[in-house]
Protein backbone atom coordinates (compact mmCIF):
# COMPACT_ATOMS: atom_id res chain seq x y z
CA UNK A 1 0.00 0.00 0.00
CA UNK A 2 1.07 3.60 -0.55
CA UNK A 3 2.97 5.14 2.37
CA UNK A 4 2.60 8.47 4.12
CA UNK A 5 -1.45 8.76 2.95
CA UNK A 6 -3.74 10.73 5.29
CA UNK A 7 -7.31 9.49 5.81
CA UNK A 8 -9.59 12.34 4.99
CA UNK A 9 -12.70 9.67 5.29
CA UNK A 10 -14.46 6.28 6.25
CA UNK A 11 -17.82 4.36 5.49
CA UNK A 12 -18.83 1.13 6.56
CA UNK A 13 -21.14 -0.35 4.05
CA UNK A 14 -23.89 -2.61 5.55
CA UNK A 15 -25.07 -6.01 3.46
CA UNK A 16 -27.01 -5.51 0.62
CA UNK A 17 -26.71 -1.74 0.46
CA UNK A 18 -24.99 0.21 -1.77
CA UNK A 19 -23.21 3.82 -1.42
CA UNK A 20 -21.08 6.63 -3.74
CA UNK A 21 -18.47 9.26 -3.28
CA UNK A 22 -16.56 11.90 -4.88
CA UNK A 23 -13.13 11.54 -5.49
CA UNK A 24 -11.02 14.34 -6.72
CA UNK A 25 -7.74 13.27 -8.97
CA UNK A 26 -4.97 12.53 -7.23
CA UNK A 27 -6.70 11.14 -4.10
CA UNK A 28 -6.93 7.62 -3.23
CA UNK A 29 -9.48 4.74 -2.52
CA UNK A 30 -9.56 1.76 -0.51
CA UNK A 31 -12.08 -0.94 -0.25
CA UNK A 32 -11.84 -3.23 2.82
CA UNK A 33 -13.95 -6.41 3.08
CA UNK A 34 -14.20 -10.18 3.18
CA UNK A 35 -16.53 -10.46 0.40
CA UNK A 36 -17.85 -9.16 -2.97
CA UNK A 37 -18.04 -5.54 -4.03
CA UNK A 38 -19.53 -4.51 -7.12
CA UNK A 39 -17.56 -1.15 -7.81
CA UNK A 40 -18.08 1.12 -10.84
CA UNK A 41 -16.70 4.76 -11.54
CA UNK A 42 -17.62 8.48 -13.69
CA UNK A 43 -16.28 10.83 -14.51
CA UNK A 44 -17.08 13.31 -12.57
CA UNK A 45 -17.07 16.21 -15.19
CA UNK A 46 -18.71 14.17 -17.82
CA UNK A 47 -20.78 11.68 -16.28
CA UNK A 48 -21.48 9.72 -18.89
CA UNK A 49 -18.11 8.31 -19.45
CA UNK A 50 -17.79 5.43 -17.24
CA UNK A 51 -15.85 2.56 -15.94
CA UNK A 52 -15.73 -0.02 -18.85
CA UNK A 53 -15.08 -3.82 -18.55
CA UNK A 54 -14.30 -4.72 -22.00
CA UNK A 55 -11.65 -1.48 -22.32
CA UNK A 56 -9.97 -2.32 -19.60
CA UNK A 57 -9.29 -6.20 -20.69
CA UNK A 58 -8.80 -5.82 -24.25
CA UNK A 59 -5.59 -2.32 -23.66
CA UNK A 60 -4.03 -4.38 -20.98
CA UNK A 61 -4.40 -7.70 -22.73
CA UNK A 62 -5.08 -9.49 -19.59
CA UNK A 63 -8.70 -10.78 -17.50
CA UNK A 64 -7.38 -10.33 -14.52
CA UNK A 65 -6.14 -7.17 -12.81
CA UNK A 66 -4.36 -6.15 -9.71
CA UNK A 67 -1.47 -4.07 -8.69
CA UNK A 68 -0.04 -1.99 -11.34
CA UNK A 69 -2.88 -2.10 -13.22
CA UNK A 70 -6.09 0.49 -13.89
CA UNK A 71 -9.42 0.88 -14.76
CA UNK A 72 -10.19 2.53 -18.04
CA UNK A 73 -13.07 4.28 -19.31
CA UNK A 74 -15.71 3.42 -22.72
CA UNK A 75 -13.44 6.03 -24.30
CA UNK A 76 -10.30 4.66 -23.47
CA UNK A 77 -9.00 7.09 -20.70
CA UNK A 78 -7.00 5.77 -17.54
CA UNK A 79 -9.53 6.49 -14.53
CA UNK A 80 -7.74 4.45 -11.70
CA UNK A 81 -4.47 3.04 -11.29
CA UNK A 82 -4.56 -0.19 -8.64
CA UNK A 83 -1.73 0.91 -6.54
CA UNK A 84 -1.97 -1.57 -3.82
CA UNK A 85 -4.18 -5.35 -3.47
CA UNK A 86 -3.64 -7.88 -0.72
CA UNK A 87 -6.59 -9.86 -1.84
CA UNK A 88 -5.04 -13.21 -2.89
CA UNK A 89 -6.96 -14.47 -5.24
CA UNK A 90 -8.44 -12.49 -8.55
CA UNK A 91 -11.00 -10.11 -8.84
CA UNK A 92 -13.38 -10.36 -11.51
CA UNK A 93 -14.34 -8.05 -14.80
CA UNK A 94 -16.15 -10.91 -16.61
CA UNK A 95 -19.93 -11.14 -15.27
CA UNK A 96 -21.28 -7.73 -14.36
CA UNK A 97 -23.80 -7.89 -11.62
CA UNK A 98 -26.74 -9.35 -9.52
CA UNK A 99 -30.10 -7.64 -9.42
CA UNK A 100 -33.39 -8.85 -8.51
CA UNK A 101 -34.40 -9.90 -11.77
CA UNK A 102 -31.57 -12.54 -12.09
CA UNK A 103 -32.23 -14.11 -8.90
CA UNK A 104 -36.04 -14.15 -10.45
CA UNK A 105 -34.56 -16.36 -13.39
CA UNK A 106 -32.40 -18.30 -11.39
CA UNK A 107 -35.33 -19.73 -8.93
CA UNK A 108 -37.59 -20.06 -12.20
CA UNK A 109 -35.48 -21.47 -14.64
CA UNK A 110 -31.82 -22.97 -13.06
CA UNK A 111 -31.17 -24.78 -16.20
CA UNK A 112 -31.05 -21.81 -18.48
CA UNK A 113 -28.60 -19.44 -15.71
CA UNK A 114 -26.95 -21.69 -13.33
CA UNK A 115 -24.01 -21.46 -11.35
CA UNK A 116 -21.24 -23.45 -12.58
CA UNK A 117 -18.92 -24.52 -9.97
CA UNK A 118 -15.36 -25.13 -10.49
CA UNK A 119 -15.24 -27.46 -7.23
CA UNK A 120 -18.02 -30.13 -8.16
CA UNK A 121 -19.18 -30.63 -4.30
CA UNK A 122 -20.14 -27.33 -3.39
CA UNK A 123 -24.05 -26.50 -3.89
CA UNK A 124 -25.32 -24.46 -6.45
CA UNK A 125 -25.99 -20.72 -6.58
CA UNK A 126 -30.11 -20.60 -5.30
CA UNK A 127 -32.59 -20.64 -2.96
CA UNK A 128 -35.04 -23.01 -2.22
CA UNK A 129 -38.19 -20.28 -1.61
CA UNK A 130 -39.40 -17.55 -3.84
CA UNK A 131 -39.69 -15.44 -0.38
CA UNK A 132 -36.29 -16.30 0.28
CA UNK A 133 -34.96 -14.41 -2.45
CA UNK A 134 -32.96 -11.19 -1.85
CA UNK A 135 -35.40 -8.09 -2.19
CA UNK A 136 -32.56 -6.44 -4.44
CA UNK A 137 -29.14 -6.59 -6.07
CA UNK A 138 -26.54 -5.30 -7.16
CA UNK A 139 -27.98 -3.21 -9.73
CA UNK A 140 -30.80 -1.52 -7.62
CA UNK A 141 -28.07 -1.16 -5.06
CA UNK A 142 -25.97 1.07 -7.19
CA UNK A 143 -28.86 2.97 -8.47
CA UNK A 144 -29.96 4.23 -5.58
CA UNK A 145 -26.67 5.57 -4.52
CA UNK A 146 -25.67 7.35 -7.70
CA UNK A 147 -29.80 9.14 -7.88
CA UNK A 148 -28.32 12.22 -6.33
CA UNK A 149 -26.29 12.42 -9.79
CA UNK A 150 -29.10 11.96 -11.44
CA UNK A 151 -28.01 8.37 -12.93
CA UNK A 152 -30.42 5.91 -13.69
CA UNK A 153 -30.03 2.02 -13.77
CA UNK A 154 -29.42 1.95 -17.61
CA UNK A 155 -26.25 4.28 -16.82
CA UNK A 156 -24.71 1.76 -14.54
CA UNK A 157 -21.87 -0.05 -16.18
CA UNK A 158 -21.17 -3.69 -15.98
CA UNK A 159 -18.54 -3.32 -12.40
CA UNK A 160 -15.52 -4.46 -11.41
CA UNK A 161 -16.72 -7.01 -9.21
CA UNK A 162 -13.59 -6.99 -6.30
CA UNK A 163 -12.85 -9.87 -3.94
CA UNK A 164 -14.91 -12.06 -6.62
CA UNK A 165 -12.68 -15.05 -7.54
CA UNK A 166 -13.51 -16.72 -11.36
CA UNK A 167 -11.88 -19.56 -12.98
CA UNK A 168 -11.81 -19.66 -17.22
CA UNK A 169 -11.40 -22.51 -19.01
CA UNK A 170 -9.10 -21.65 -21.50
CA UNK A 171 -10.34 -24.13 -24.18
CA UNK A 172 -13.78 -23.97 -23.74
CA UNK A 173 -14.23 -20.24 -22.03
CA UNK A 174 -16.28 -21.71 -20.15
CA UNK A 175 -16.43 -19.26 -16.69
CA UNK A 176 -16.29 -21.08 -13.31
CA UNK A 177 -17.71 -19.90 -10.16
CA UNK A 178 -14.57 -20.37 -7.46
CA UNK A 179 -15.01 -18.05 -4.66
CA UNK A 180 -13.08 -17.90 -2.15
CA UNK A 181 -13.20 -16.73 1.89
CA UNK A 182 -10.35 -15.78 4.07
CA UNK A 183 -9.89 -17.95 7.30
CA UNK A 184 -11.70 -16.70 10.00
CA UNK A 185 -8.58 -15.21 11.73
CA UNK A 186 -7.16 -13.42 8.83
CA UNK A 187 -7.53 -9.84 8.68
CA UNK A 188 -9.67 -7.75 6.13
CA UNK A 189 -8.67 -7.38 2.54
CA UNK A 190 -8.00 -4.29 0.74
CA UNK A 191 -7.35 -3.00 -2.73
CA UNK A 192 -6.17 0.67 -3.15
CA UNK A 193 -6.53 2.61 -6.12
CA UNK A 194 -5.71 6.45 -7.43
CA UNK A 195 -8.16 8.44 -8.80
CA UNK A 196 -6.84 9.52 -12.52
CA UNK A 197 -9.38 12.30 -13.10
CA UNK A 198 -12.47 13.96 -11.42
CA UNK A 199 -14.45 10.46 -10.15
CA UNK A 200 -18.05 9.63 -8.47
CA UNK A 201 -17.77 6.31 -7.62
CA UNK A 202 -20.12 3.74 -5.96
CA UNK A 203 -19.63 0.60 -3.99
CA UNK A 204 -22.39 -1.89 -3.64
CA UNK A 205 -22.03 -4.92 -0.84
CA UNK A 206 -23.10 -8.39 -2.85
CA UNK A 207 -25.02 -10.97 -1.56
CA UNK A 208 -22.30 -13.31 -0.97
CA UNK A 209 -21.74 -12.61 2.80
CA UNK A 210 -23.30 -10.57 5.81
CA UNK A 211 -19.78 -8.44 6.38
CA UNK A 212 -19.91 -4.66 5.63
CA UNK A 213 -17.07 -3.44 4.02
CA UNK A 214 -15.10 0.06 4.54
CA UNK A 215 -14.69 2.97 2.00
CA UNK A 216 -11.55 4.63 2.92
CA UNK A 217 -10.33 8.18 0.89
CA UNK A 218 -7.01 9.68 1.52
CA UNK A 219 -4.76 12.25 0.31
CA UNK A 220 -0.85 12.62 0.23
Known sequence: MTEGLNLLFEE???HLVGRAWEVKKGQYIRIVGRHTVDFVAFNSNNLRESFDQARTKTNQLKLFVTTGDVLYSKDN?????????????????????????????????????????????????????????PPRGCWENLTEALKPWKLEKWDVPSPFNIFWNL????????????????D????????????????????????????PFKMQILEP
Open 77 to 133: NVMLTITGDTWPWHHDIEIGMCSRKKFEMSFLNPKVVKRQAWEKDKPAYGWERWEDL
Open 12 to 14: EVP
Open 167 to 182: KIDGDTGKIYFDHKHL
Open 184 to 211: DDAPDAMIEMRAEMDLIVAGANDIDGPE
